[in-house]
């Protein structure tokens, strides 16, 4: 009767032990709220800080990253007014971190900053530093570059040019310049005189095609990465041009690519079928895994 007795009480004390178990499991499942990081540093810089956005239930065995690049021709622009690009990322990716992130801006007047490469530099820096914390930030460090106008040009070129070890899966440049030796820049002599303030020319080997070496036109090689397109027909600041020839160039690589064409100038590729194109693309090259 004694043993009876014990071996009820045993299995009673391990139907508790278990239950206390499985409850502070799922406790620790449901820790793992939302959370926003705002002006995290990631340079010395004032300017080098990003934003990031952690979805629920996320873990670094999928939760990938998309990092969003602003635009301001290189020398203006703030992360700050991202807003409404950052609320659809997180509406249509919402197991996905979502980054938008500011880079040192170039001054093309006295004390001259240049902007490359220092520019496609700190997309690296803003990758390794939250790759560093992808334990506190319970991420998988695999991530998409989408920019719009300046910041395409810094996302295709870091993963074009600087991604060694392959952390980018896709990128998305909305309408950035992809070949700074277009006839369209070349002819504006305010253009010419802009670029020899932008670039380092220290920073590259002698004899270096400066245009060349700093237009993501020239950079495609089998190891880009998949890449969307979006350019509008009357842009004039980017010419479509810019988008088809880099399509073609991805295409000759067999790189696997898509070119969308919108009516309107450089500001208006906003629409539905942008949405649904962008979030598709996102969708199949860097998918969240279950």
């Known amino acids: 009767m004694k043993k009876q007795y014990l071996l009820i009480s ?14 502070d499991c799922n406790q620790n499942v449901d820790l793992i709220k939302p959370s926003v990081f705002i002006n995290v540093s990631y340079g010395k810089d004032p300017l080098q800080k990003y934003d990031i956005y952690l979805p629920e239930n996320r873990s670094s065995e999928k939760t990938k990253v998309i990092v969003f690049i602003h635009g301001g021709g290189w020398t203006n622009g703030d992360k700050d007014n991202t807003d409404k690009m950052v609320l ?17 801006l170039a001054n093309p007047n006295s004390p001259i900053k240049p902007a490359f490469p220092n520019q496609f530099l700190d997309i690296g820096f ?14 998988l460090p695999e991530f998409g570059l989408i920019g719009s106008s300046a910041g395409s040009h810094l ?17 998305c440049s909305i309408v950035g310049p992809t070949d700074l030796t277009d006839s369209r820049y070349e002819d504006n002599p305010k253009f ?19 245009l060349e070496a700093v237009s993501p036109l020239f950079q495609v090689s089998p190891t880009s990465s998949p890449t969307i397109l979006f350019y509008g027909k009357q842009d004039d600041i980017v010419p479509l041009s810019n988008g088809k020839k880099l399509s073609n160039a991805l295409t000759s690589a067999s790189v696997n690519n898509k070119f969308i064409v919108f009516d309107g100038g450089h500001g ?15 969708k199949i090259y860097l998918p969240i895994l279950k």
Do not use: C
Not at 14 to 19: E, K, N, S, T, Y
Not at 126 to 139: F, M, N
């Open 268 to 282: 208006d590729y906003w629409s539905d079928n942008f949405k649904n194109q962008l979030t598709e693309f996102v």
């Open 10 to 23: 045993l299995s009673f004390l391990l139907i508790v032990i278990a239950f206390i178990y499985i409850s």
């Open 192 to 210: 010419n005189l802009y670029s020899k303030t932008l670039i380092d020319y220290n920073k590259y080997p002698k004899n270096t095609n400066h």
């Open 88 to 104: 659809f990322l997180r509406k249509q990716h919402p197991n996905h971190a979502i980054v938008s992130t500011n880079y040192r």
């Open 126 to 139: 803003v990758i390794d530093h939250i790759e560093s914390q992808k334990e506190v930030y319970q991420i």
């Open 155 to 171: 996302a295709l070129m870091y993963d074009y040019v600087y991604d060694t070890g392959n952390r980018v899966k896709m990128v």
